[in-house]
């Protein structure tokens, strides 16, 4: 069950930022694009059509001159970003909470849930979940017990969030985390949690790839064929 929405923070940066958002982004809108951009990611959202560099120029001049934020500045850009329609929009919100993460508190967790569970899809959901959740929980080890309830939870975003937490941890992953979430969610039969086992397995593997090989040995007969195959992908099966 989702929590209570969020309340929107007052910020005077957030009224600056949204101001200028919305006068320069739509100045870049494809309409052409955008419908085929929308076909591609399912009909998530609409789309104003403005390609990622374009987009990401077009941020820059958003945020030229505007200070560092605290984390209700963060909380009250993110959540109205949300509240407006088009995708590209959404995407101002993630990059700009992947850069200043450190700025918010474990206080943002509840925020970060928010955003992942609704207009939830791979394009927003992965990269809160490894750029943003992550790094709350790097610096905030307590939220690990958040992570414990998440990958029980019964939206598979919330669970895949919790798959992908630790995606950029390399050596400072907690294996024994990160494997026995593999094998809470390993029968679940959506596309996105099997793949999102597979992809885990796969990113910790750069780090230690027999660890990988001898997780999938081992519990190959529950792992779905799809994140068998994800997981192994760059290292190969466990040699007999």
């Not at 309340?7 to 052409?32: I, K, Q």
């Not at 390993?186 to 750069?206: N, Q, S, T, V």
């Amino acid at each position: 069950m989702n929590a209570k929405h969020p309340t929107v923070p007052p910020s005077a940066l957030a009224d600056t930022v949204l101001d200028r958002l919305v006068a320069l982004y739509p100045t870049a809108a494809d309409p052409e694009r955008a419908v085929q951009v929308q076909a591609y990611l399912k009909g998530v959202a609409p789309f104003l059509g403005i390609m990622s560099p374009e987009r990401r120029a077009l941020s820059r001049r958003v945020l030229e001159g505007t200070g560092r934020p605290d984390e209700a500045d963060c909380t009250a850009i993110a959540l109205r970003c949300w509240e407006l329609p088009e995708r590209e929009y959404h995407y101002f919100a993630v990059d700009y909470l992947r850069r200043h993460v450190r700025r918010s508190s474990s206080g943002f967790l509840p925020v970060a849930r928010h955003l992942i569970t609704t207009v939830s899809w791979w394009d927003t959901v992965d990269a809160l979940a490894s750029h943003v959740v992550g790094g709350l929980v790097v610096a905030d080890p307590k939220l690990r017990a958040d992570m414990d309830a998440w990958i029980e939870d019964d939206d598979l975003w919330v669970a895949r969030t919790a798959l992908l937490h630790q995606l950029r941890y390399k050596s400072a992953t907690d294996t024994d985390r990160l494997f026995a979430y593999c094998l809470r969610r390993a029968d679940h039969p959506d596309f996105f949690l099997r793949k999102a086992i597979g992809w885990c397995l796969r990113e910790y593997a750069k780090t230690d790839a027999e660890a990988v090989r001898s997780f999938v040995a081992a519990h190959r007969d529950r792992l779905a064929p799809l994140s068998v195959r994800e997981a192994l992908k760059n290292v190969g099966a466990e040699e007999s």
